[in-house]
């Protein structure tokens, strides 16, 4: 019978997400979730959400509530907004919108292997292209025929950030479709809603980082009000649930509490960049709530063991032309100095 | 830059959904929304949920819990459980993973709309076959080199239910992909469970109709190990969210609340059949939370448009080859009899 599942999807591995152990007293430091929990706000609508009726009724198949406060947060078109069950839902449908089966997506590399996995469901090729030594986007663009290219800005696993200059001067070389992937745009300088005067240029958000909702699945994506209308009807009708948007909305609008959040994760971000470098490793300069690290003489795959074995999870990776390294979350301050007391014993 | 989206979907309409008023006040018998609360304790464990750590981290991917109670209400290997973000997430994943490009899906019709629409994003073609008088799938079936076929069942608009021995009948003879969209199932007299010894049989079941749970989003997938297996590779990694997965797993443990729900909307339905055919309605037989009916000497659109205006939605709906009609949805007796006061004055 699996030989009636289509020959691309059975050739897949299939994408693996990072390890989600259920058991308690684990500190989790592999998947990038926030450590403090979300805005009290957000507890406050989703109470709201189940006095009501809501929950046996369909929720609002476009979101209009939320994309209304996205729209004055961005000071965007609210119809040049997609509410996503996750920005893993957008990404999905930007590839359909847009690739056919054989056609080509491209992505710098190393960057989120969800990519490549989403090309392979659809039939697509996939091209990877180096990032130039520091990290930006190489120019002229060596895919410039693809019909989609993903550049995660920053950049997992390297935490990296590609200046608006370069992606301004690829927007301009490269009238495909553009998908600038801004899960961990929050913990940066700067965003790049200065380019989507590009009509082929396609944010993507998530509320699972910065706002501390990963649990809900909420994501959304901003760009012209044009394509935005033809991504929605790849969508399913009813993507995003009652207690998500609801949830979702709240948390855009308690910038005061997100500003707090990310001061403390950032400034935990610096101790612990400086704290691994002293320890002799070597760091990338993070924009994002995570570190790529790796060790002149301690190989990554032993150190992620022995984390785990004493109940740290960091995740180990490694990536063709590129190498092996951990990438570690900013967790709370505590979590921070558990891991860097074991890390100093193993180094 | 909308050329640049693919031409298959630059061409689609779009599904639309059954309208959802935000406004209170109207009696919405359009969407096939359950007119009870869901079970309490589904509020208990959404409240449980809420009081963890587990917002701001990501959900279980696969939904172990939940598939361990559908595994045991079912008597299925919880291995052959699939979960999505409603079922119409489930009927997108079997689509992509069975049919390619070009390719062929097939349904009987008059049926669920959003069939045709998947086939549309993926770029295969789509081939009706019409019911037999009596509502059964016409054997030999004209279209069984389709990759995949859907049978709601029971069926959406008409109610109508195709017999085991029928579906039975076709699983024997066709070996490609059968999805049984169940959606309605648990307002019938009796389920497809038995057709799962066919390898290539998927059963798709819902949480938005009997459970009342149509504003959170859960459907699941009941079908061969091997190829939920398969299946599990289309989805998002995160597709349910903690949420969800709390009130689904709380909603499936009511199966006492359940019963006492569908024996209220069953008696509904049955006086509501009654009622309209005193009126001079043709109806046809429903196995679900909905009657489909007509009306000899009104024009379906004319009584929805002064139903509309009375505040009381239903769903006229009008096939190729088969007409237009009204779709109405169970409600609350209540509800139900300010339908038929309105009628009343309407024929």
């Given at each position: ?103 080509l997506i491209a992505s710098p590399t190393p960057s989120y292997l969800l990519y490549r996995t989403l090309a392979e469901l659809q039939g697509a090729r ?137 001061a403390t994760i950032r400034a935990t971000r610096t101790r612990l960049d400086g704290e691994l470098q002293r320890l002799g490793f070597a760091t990338l ?59 100093r014993s193993l180094v």
């Amino acid at each position: 019978m699996t030989s009636l599942i289509r020959s691309a999807i059975r050739a897949m591995k299939g994408y693996t997400p990072g390890e989600q152990p259920r058991e308690d007293g684990i500190i989790k430091l592999n998947t990038n979730e926030n450590p403090y929990p979300p805005s009290p706000r957000v507890f406050e609508a989703i109470q709201t959400a189940l006095t009501g009726d809501r929950l046996r009724k369909y929720p609002d198949p476009v979101g209009t509530l939320f994309r209304q406060t996205a729209a004055r947060l961005h000071d965007h078109d609210p119809e040049g907004i997609l509410i996503g069950n996750g920005s893993d839902d957008i990404l999905t449908i930007v590839t359909r919108a847009f690739v056919p089966e054989g056609g080509l997506i491209a992505s710098p590399t190393p960057s989120y292997l969800l990519y490549r996995t989403l090309a392979e469901l659809q039939g697509a090729r996939f091209q990877n292209v180096p990032f130039t030594a520091d990290w930006q986007l190489p120019l002229p663009w060596p895919a410039s025929d693809a019909q989609l290219t993903f550049v995660a800005n920053p950049n997992s696993p390297t935490g990296t950030l590609v200046s608006l200059a370069n992606l301004e001067a690829f927007a301009r070389a490269c009238p495909n479709p553009l998908v600038i992937d801004e899960a961990y745009v929050d913990f940066a300088d700067h965003d790049a809603r200065p380019l989507l005067r590009h009509p082929q240029v396609i944010l993507t958000r998530t509320l699972s980082k910065s706002y501390a909702l990963a649990g809900i699945r909420f994501g959304y994506a901003l760009g012209s009000p044009a394509v935005i209308r033809e991504l929605s009807k790849v969508k399913d009708s009813y993507n995003c649930d009652v207690l998500s948007l609801a949830a979702a909305t709240a948390a855009l609008q308690d910038q005061d509490y997100l500003r707090a959040t990310l001061a403390t994760i950032r400034a935990t971000r610096t101790r612990l960049d400086g704290e691994l470098q002293r320890l002799g490793f070597a760091t990338l300069p993070s924009s994002a709530n995570f570190l790529w690290c790796t060790h002149p003489s301690r190989a990554a795959r032993t150190l992620y063991e022995e984390l785990k074995r004493r109940n740290i999870l960091v995740r180990y990776m490694v990536y063709e032309g590129f190498g092996e390294g951990l990438r570690i979350s900013v967790g709370s301050d505590a979590e921070i100095d558990r891991l860097l007391h074991e890390v100093r014993s193993l180094v």
